[in-house]
């Protein structure tokens, strides 16, 4: 049974904007799933829907086999399984210290002690956090600061981890800190859903490619099947792989992995 399930999920915000439009999706535990779509395709509505902040108008949510109901102590329960970090960390960071604000989230759900503890030098030790700890979150750079985001929602030890635009921003090797840090989830087997603007990340990286547009799904499908298809990419509004592009231009009917390696040589 998938870990997250969405059945035909509606959502419209007060002003009648309907950002979603009969979502269906399912999602494996350990499943690396990337979401693309241009803005305003409702990426950012859809996680906001799955981390419990928006809750849907209709459809069901099914977590871990439990439908989620307008309730507290259901929103409560849900943040602790699904974590999100926003694409701005500015909208997370808020505590005095680097060490305050990674511990926040884990304290309010109730860990202490030994527990807090290695949980905190476990997150710390995995975003590069240590030298930082006791630095007020506002002094330090941006990268510094997604960074410290990705901490705090870590140390709530969550089953899924959303990322909205996780790479937004960031230099190449703050981008490489990122990647490290989400091979090091997948080799827990953590679910890892990340919405973002790289198609050229989302075809090495995901297992698992949805293609949204004004709120609907148009496809879902392993990326490399997805990203070939011309038709969708266009309708979405997306572009394709630099891979596939040069494997088109040099007129190569082989496999982009055989590309691959002639890249290479």
Not at 104 to 113: E, L
Not at 182 to 188: F, S
Request: with cysteine; hydrophobic share 35%; glycine share 6%.
């Amino acid at each position: 049974m998938s870990y997250l399930e969405l059945e035909n999920i509606s959502f419209e915000y007060p002003n009648q904007t309907l950002a979603l439009n009969q979502i269906s999706l399912s999602v494996e535990k350990g499943e690396k799933l990337a979401v693309v779509g241009e803005n305003g395709s409702g990426k950012s509505s859809l996680f906001l829907c799955l981390c419990g902040i928006h809750y849907a108008q209709t459809g069901r949510y099914i977590v871990d086999g439990e439908e989620q109901r307008c309730k507290r102590k259901d929103r409560n329960k849900l943040f602790r399984k699904v974590g999100y970090v926003f694409q701005d960390p500015e909208v997370q960071l808020f505590a005095s210290t680097v060490e305050k604000d990674i511990s926040f989230g884990a304290i309010n759900a109730g860990m202490k002690g030994k527990d807090l503890e290695a949980c905190m030098d476990e997150v710390m030790e995995m975003t590069q956090t240590h030298e930082l700890k006791k630095n007020p979150p506002h002094q330090l750079s941006y990268g510094q600061k997604k960074r410290v985001a990705i901490a705090g929602v870590l140390a709530c030890k969550p089953e899924v981890l959303l990322l909205d635009e996780p790479f937004a921003w960031l230099d190449n090797q703050q981008k490489k800190n990122t990647i490290q840090i989400l091979d090091e989830l997948h080799q827990q087997n953590k679910t890892i859903i990340i919405s973002t603007h790289d198609i050229n990340f989302v075809y090495e990286w995901a297992n698992k490619l949805v293609v949204m547009k004004e709120g609907r799904i148009l496809a879902k499908g392993h990326p490399h099947e997805l990203l070939e298809d011309e038709a969708l990419l266009e309708q979405a509004g997306l572009e394709m792989p630099l891979i596939l592009q040069l494997s088109k231009k040099l007129n190569l009917e082989s496999r982009p992995e055989t590309m691959e390696a002639f890249l290479k040589d």
